[in-house]
């Protein structure tokens, strides 16, 4: 069954470092989103993308954070200069289609990176 | 702004219940909802999938009801085993262009004693 695949598994850095997320979408899929949950927290949207630009992004995306679709496969999240408060779980998800006029937009979710800022 | 509440936080039941989890929401005007299972330190599995325009889903043991006037959901449980202990996120889909998003509750941790 495809599923959504994210890299590294576990990703230490330090305050003012950046850092790169990736993640393998599922292949026929569509749009791409970035979700980050903070140890006890609720999952947070981030950021959606498709036909390579950002579609919509919360207001925690601000200028720290990128996305790139760099290939055919890979999605990235980059995070410029690391602070504390980004340590957390980072989760890629892919859906067909977005918005579900038609039915589906079910969303699958990658793995997640935990990333830890010293 | 969309709002999504879970009701109980915690659960704890016996092997063999039924038990139910509901979510609400405070913005009737969603395109669907999505009930998620998530292990402790995993990724989110998604259990099943609800159209705005359906009342109910399920999959084996899974029923999932949507009631989108009154901003509601429940997932029931059939016959709960150990292996279901986890906890069970609720997120719905809504927003306008510009402003499609996906919010979470903050979910119910289950947890199945043999």
């Known amino acids: 069954e495809p599923e959504v695949t994210q890299t590294p598994s576990h990703q230490v850095t330090q305050m003012g470092q950046e850092v790169i997320l990736r993640c393998v979408p599922i292949?026929?899929?569509?749009?791409f989103y970035w979700y980050r949950q903070i140890l006890g927290q609720k999952v947070e949207f981030l950021v959606s993308?498709?036909?390579?630009?950002?579609?919509?992004k919360s207001e925690i995306f601000d200028d720290q954070f990128s996305v790139e679709r760099p290939d055919g496969s890979n999605f990235t999240l980059k995070i410029r200069s690391t602070k504390l408060e980004d340590s957390a779980m980072y989760f890629c998800?892919?859906?067909?289609?977005?918005?579900?006029?038609?039915?589906?937009?079910?969303?699958?979710f990658g793995p997640g990176t935990r990333l830890t800022v010293l | 702004k969309q709002e999504v509440t879970q009701i109980p936080a915690a659960l704890s039941v016996p092997e063999g219940e039924n038990l139910v989890l509901n979510c609400s929401f405070t913005?009737?005007?969603?395109?669907?909802l999505q009930w998620f299972r998530q292990d402790p330190g995993k990724g989110l599995t998604s259990l099943l999938l609800?159209?705005?325009?359906?009342r109910e889903q399920t999959s084996g043991r899974l029923n999932a009801s949507l009631d989108k006037s009154s901003g509601r959901s429940t997932l029931y449980i059939a016959a709960s085993q150990p292996g279901d202990s986890a906890t069970y996120l609720c997120?719905?889909?809504?927003?306008?262009?510009?402003?499609?998003?996906?919010?979470f509750g903050k979910g119910t941790k289950l947890s199945v004693i043999p």
């Open positions: 997120a719905v889909f809504s927003g306008g262009a510009g402003s499609y998003q996906l919010t």
């Open positions: 998800a892919s859906s067909e289609i977005r918005v579900p006029l038609a039915g589906g937009g079910e969303q699958f």
């Open positions: 913005d009737s005007a969603i395109y669907n």
């Open positions: 609800i159209q705005s325009s359906q």
């Open positions: 993308f498709y036909n390579n630009e950002i579609s919509e």
């Open positions: 292949s026929n899929h569509l749009y």
